[in-house]
């Protein structure tokens, strides 16, 4: 994806900051998980991934440790929606 950055914050967490709008981002994430689930057969373990997308409000941000911290949150809630859908 043009105009982004991918780094890894450490074990299996990474993080992706997009330019753009929330409808580019949102199209992004979608071909991320497209991807993944037309690549599941190839592996004898389903991927299991969450995400917490979140916009920069510079209002709200005062650092990059706001943003992550408020990613993280994001994160963690769709980890656990995706856990109730299983149940």
């Known amino acids: 994806i043009r105009d982004s950055v991918v780094a890894r914050l450490g074990g299996d967490e990474f993080a992706v900051m997009m330019a753009g709008e929330n ?3 949102q199209r992004a994430l ?3 998980q497209e991807h993944i689930d037309s ?4 592996f004898a373990r389903k991927l299991k991934w969450s995400v917490g997308g979140i ?3 510079k ?9 992550l ?3 993280d949150k ?3 809630a769709d980890k ?5 859908r299983v149940s």
């Open 39 to 42: 690549t599941q057969s190839k």
């Open 55 to 57: 916009r920069y409000d």
């Open 23 to 25: 409808t580019f981002s």
């Open 59 to 67: 209002g709200r941000h005062a650092n990059i440790e706001e943003l």
């Open 69 to 71: 911290a408020d990613a």
């Open 30 to 32: 979608e071909s991320m």
């Open 80 to 84: 656990f929606r995706k856990t109730l």
């Open 74 to 76: 994001e994160m963690y």
